[in-house]
């Protein structure tokens, strides 16, 4: 099947759309799957934890798909932050309490990463399952990217997969840490400087 390979940003009318393509994406993520194990429970949380940490990007020129709708990606441009009020909240009401202390400690390393200064931040990036080692992931992200090295602004991630570790490398990223609470599985903050 020839599938479409224009990046269009994600029109308000498509953001449920955009969350079950990132769901199931990220049905299968180590990390995410530790702290929903339970399908149904994954189902239910993940597009609502997606929703917190990476939907300002649907309203603020962030929210990119490509073919029509099999690949996402959600940046935060500089200045604009996760909701961090409705993510204490999806995690409180979705993870299980033995993870609760987990969980949060993961959500603070990962701040600690972040760059100084203005960067654009990816929480999301996803192609459904069948469409998956055909380049969308790549052409997703390439006017975020593309802009970073315009603008010479950094970007940065957190790779909750090591899977994905030698994609995000091919398109530039760097590891500069690594973040791991109690039993979690390892997650990898990457830095992209403007190339």
């Not at 429970?41 to 490509?66: C, N, S, V, W, Y």
């Not at 409705?86 to 609760?100: A, C, F, K, N, Y």
Request: hydrophobic share 35%.
């Amino acid at each position: 099947m020839n599938m479409p390979r224009t990046t269009t940003r994600i029109h308000p009318d498509r953001e449920a759309n955009a969350l079950a393509t990132l769901t199931l994406a990220f049905s299968s993520d180590p990390t995410n799957r530790w702290f929903w194990p339970g399908t149904g429970d994954f189902m239910e949380a993940f597009p609502k934890f997606a929703r917190a940490l990476g939907g300002r990007a649907f309203a603020t020129d962030g929210g990119f798909e490509i073919g029509d709708g099999a690949g996402v990606a959600l940046w935060l441009p500089p200045g604009v932050e996760p909701d961090e009020a409705e993510l204490m909240d999806i995690v409180q009401g979705t993870v299980h309490s033995s993870r609760w202390s987990d969980m949060f400690s993961i959500l603070q390393q990962a701040e600690q990463h972040h760059p100084d200064g203005p960067h654009w931040y990816l929480p999301f990036v996803g192609v459904e399952p069948q469409h998956q080692n055909r380049g969308l992931g790549a052409n997703v992200l390439r006017p975020v990217l593309q802009r970073c090295d315009l603008e010479r602004v950094p970007a940065y991630l957190e790779s909750t997969n090591p899977r994905n570790i030698p994609f995000y490398e091919s398109l530039g990223f760097e590891r500069i840490g690594m973040i791991q609470s109690g039993r979690s599985p390892e997650i990898v903050p990457m830095l992209r400087k403007p190339q």
